[in-house]
C-alpha cells in the first residue's frame, strides 16, 4: 500500500514510493502548446507539485522519475536550466528586503550556470535583464510560484500593497518578449490585470478556467478511485467492520458519493461542465482513515488553504441579502468584474472569494453575459457559515457549547426546539432583525450548516418544498416555520404549518430506514418574545411554551 504524499516535489514522492496521481499527459500538451502560462488556484490544490513536475522534466527529463507515467515514452524535449521562483518563500512586510532576497535567488542561479557575468542588481526587474544578457543565446525554464503572495498578504496595507504591486509588475515587464526563456510558467492564488501578466499586449497565456486544463489541478472522481483505491477500501472496512477483500464496488462508490459532497464541485471550466475535488482535503482525509481507523468527513483545506485577512473582510461585509444569495448558491457577478479584475483593494469581494477557493463557478463564462458563483460542497459551506455565525451569534452563549452537539441528531422534539430557542436568543438583534419567515429561515441555516449539518432548505418534492431539513445518517428532522408578531395568530399558524406538512409530506422523499421527525413551528418575532412560541410534532398534541 502506497504511502500518501506529503511533499510538493515529484522527486521526494517517487524515492519514498508514494501516491503521484499521474497529471503528464496535462503538462505534455501544455509545454507543447504554450510557451508562456498563468494558471491561478487557491492555496494548497497542487499548483507547486505541478510546477515542480513541469521544472524536473525539463532540467533532468524522465529519467528515473517518471516511469510507469503516460509521459514516460513521449517526452521529447531537450533539457534546460530551471529558474524556480516561490514568492512564500520572500518576505511580505519589507519591498527592500523582498527585494533584495529576490535578486539575489536570481544572482544564485547565474552563479549555478558558471555565466561570465555576475549579476549585481538589487532590484528584481535589473536583475533578470542581466541574467538575460549574461545567458547570451542561451534558453532557460522560469517557474513562479505564487506570484501574488505579497500582494494578498497586504490587501489591508494600501501603502505597502502598491510598493510591492509596481515591483512585480516591473519584474514582468522584463521577461516580455525575452527570447531566453524557453517556457514560462507562473500560478498564483488571484488574476490581476494591474501586475500586468495578462493585460493587454501580454505574452503570457491565461489558462486559469481554459476547459483543457480545468482539472489539471485538482483531483477528479476517476483519479481517486484509480490511485487511492487501496485507501477507499480501508474506509469502507472499518466503516462496515468488513473484510478489505469483501469490499463491493458500490460501497465504493457510495463513500465516493459523501466524499464529493464534502470536497468535490471546484469548477475551474469555462463551460462549467468539469469539476474537481480539493487535493489537500482529499489526502487528509484518506491519511485520517489511515491513521486513526475511521471515517470522518474533517474541515481539512480551511485549515491551511484560507487567506484569513481576505476572509474577515467578506465575513465583516455580509448583510442579510448577501447571506440569502450565499444560502442558495446563485451570487450574479458581471462579466468583466469577473474577468477583468484589477487591484484586490478594490476587487469584487465575491470574484476575490472565487479566485480563493470559498466559492466556485457555478455557470458557463459567456462575453456579456452575468457570472454565477457559489460555494462549492460542505468542507466550504460550513467553514464559511462557522465564521458567518460569529458575527451573527454571540458564540459564547450555552447553544453553542459541546454538549448540544448531537441534540437534533438523538435528541427529543423538545430539546431539539429548546435548543433553537436558546440559538435564537443569541441573535444580535439590532443587525440581524427577524421580521419574516425568510429570514428567520436563512438565521437558523446559518446556525446549522455552521455545524456541519446536511442541510437542506425549500427542499423540493413534487408536491412543494419544506422550510429546512437536517440529514443524518439514522434521523431527517423537518421544520415547517411560520412567523407572527401577534399571540391571537400563533395557534392558527401552528395548524398551517402542521397541514402543509401533511399535504405535502416533506421529508419522505429517499428516507430509506431514517427515522422521520417532522416539526411545525411557530416563531413570533414581537420584541418580548422572540422565540418559537408554539411548535407541534406531527400526529402529537400541540405544545405551548410560556
Request: aromatic share 12%; charged share 25%; with cysteine.
Amino acid at each position: 500500500m502506497k504511502l500518501i504524499a506529503q511533499s510538493e516535489n515529484i522527486e521526494n514522492i517517487v524515492d519514498k514510493d508514494s501516491i503521484y496521481v499521474d497529471k503528464t499527459e496535462y503538462i505534455y500538451n501544455l509545454t507543447k502548446q504554450y510557451d508562456r502560462v498563468l494558471f491561478s488556484r487557491p492555496r494548497r490544490f497542487g499548483k507547486s507539485l505541478t510546477l515542480n513536475t513541469i521544472g524536473t522534466l525539463f532540467e533532468k527529463g524522465v529519467d528515473p522519475y517518471f516511469k510507469g507515467t503516460w509521459i514516460y515514452d513521449k517526452w521529447d524535449q531537450d533539457k534546460y536550466p530551471v529558474l524556480h521562483l516561490n514568492f512564500l518563500r520572500y518576505r511580505t512586510t519589507n519591498v527592500l528586503d523582498f527585494k533584495e532576497i529576490f535578486s539575489s535567488k536570481i544572482a544564485e542561479f547565474a552563479d549555478s550556470l558558471k555565466l561570465k557575468k555576475k549579476i549585481k542588481s538589487k532590484e528584481p526587474d535589473l536583475a533578470i535583464s542581466e541574467l538575460f544578457s549574461a545567458l547570451d543565446e542561451k534558453r532557460i525554464v522560469i517557474l513562479i510560484d505564487e506570484y501574488d503572495c505579497q500582494l494578498t498578504a497586504n490587501i489591508n496595507n494600501p501603502e505597502l500593497y502598491e510598493k510591492f504591486r509596481t515591483c512585480i509588475r516591473e519584474f514582468y515587464a522584463a521577461l516580455k518578449g525575452a527570447k531566453q526563456i524557453r517556457f514560462l510558467a507562473v500560478t498564483g492564488v488571484t488574476r490581476l490585470k494591474e501586475v500586468s501578466i495578462f493585460s493587454v499586449g501580454s505574452d503570457i497565456k491565461d489558462l486559469s478556467y481554459e476547459n483543457d486544463y480545468s482539472t489539471m489541478i485538482g483531483f477528479t472522481r476517476d483519479e481517486i478511485k484509480k490511485f487511492y483505491i487501496d485507501y477507499l477500501k480501508l474506509g469502507v472496512s472499518y466503516e462496515n467492520n468488513k473484510s478489505l477483500e469483501s469490499v463491493t464496488d458500490s460501497e465504493i462508490e457510495n463513500l465516493l458519493d459523501r466524499m464529493a459532497d464534502y470536497y468535490d464541485c471546484y469548477c475551474f471550466d469555462e463551460f462549467n461542465q468539469n469539476k474537481v475535488f480539493s487535493t489537500y482535503s482529499v489526502n487528509g482525509f484518506l491519511q485520517d482513515i489511515y491513521e486513526k481507523k475511521t471515517v470522518r468527513f474533517g474541515d481539512y483545506w480551511y485549515d491551511v488553504g484560507g487567506l484569513p485577512s481576505i476572509l474577515t473582510n467578506y465575513i465583516a461585509s455580509f448583510n442579510l441579502n448577501e447571506i440569502c444569495q450565499l444560502l442558495t448558491s446563485e451570487i450574479s457577478i458581471p462579466y468583466n468584474d469577473f474577468m477583468n479584475p484589477t487591484s484586490l483593494i478594490d476587487i469584487n469581494e465575491n470574484v476575490l472569494m472565487c479566485q480563493t477557493g470559498y466559492l466556485t463557478l457555478k455557470s458557463e463564462i459567456v462575453p456579456g453575459y452575468a457570472v454565477t458563483l457559489g460555494t462549492a460542497n460542505r468542507e466550504v459551506n460550513s467553514a464559511l457559515f462557522m465564521l458567518l455565525g460569529l458575527r451573527i451569534f454571540d458564540t459564547t452563549t450555552p447553544a453553542f457549547s459541546l454538549k448540544n452537539r448531537y441534540v437534533i441528531e438523538t435528541g427529543s422534539v423538545d430539546e431539539i426546539i429548546s435548543l433553537f430557542n436558546e440559538v435564537l436568543a443569541a441573535l444580535a438583534y439590532d443587525k440581524y432583525p427577524v421580521g419574516d419567515e425568510f429570514v428567520l429561515r436563512a438565521l437558523l441555516q446559518v446556525y446549522l450548516i455552521g455545524k456541519n449539518h446536511d442541510v437542506r432548505v425549500e427542499q423540493h418534492n413534487y408536491k412543494g418544498r419544506s422550510d429546512i431539513l437536517v440529514n443524518f445518517p439514522k434521523r431527517r428532522v423537518v421544520l415547517e416555520l411560520k412567523y407572527t408578531d401577534k399571540v391571537s395568530s400563533e395557534k392558527a399558524k401552528l395548524s398551517e404549518a402542521e397541514n402543509q406538512i401533511k399535504e405535502k409530506g416533506y421529508g419522505l422523499e429517499n428516507l430509506g430506514d431514517r427515522e422521520l421527525i417532522q416539526i411545525a413551528c411557530v416563531f413570533n418575532g414581537d420584541k418580548n418574545k422572540r422565540q418559537i412560541t408554539m411548535y407541534k410534532k406531527v400526529e402529537n398534541s400541540v405544545i405551548a411554551l410560556v
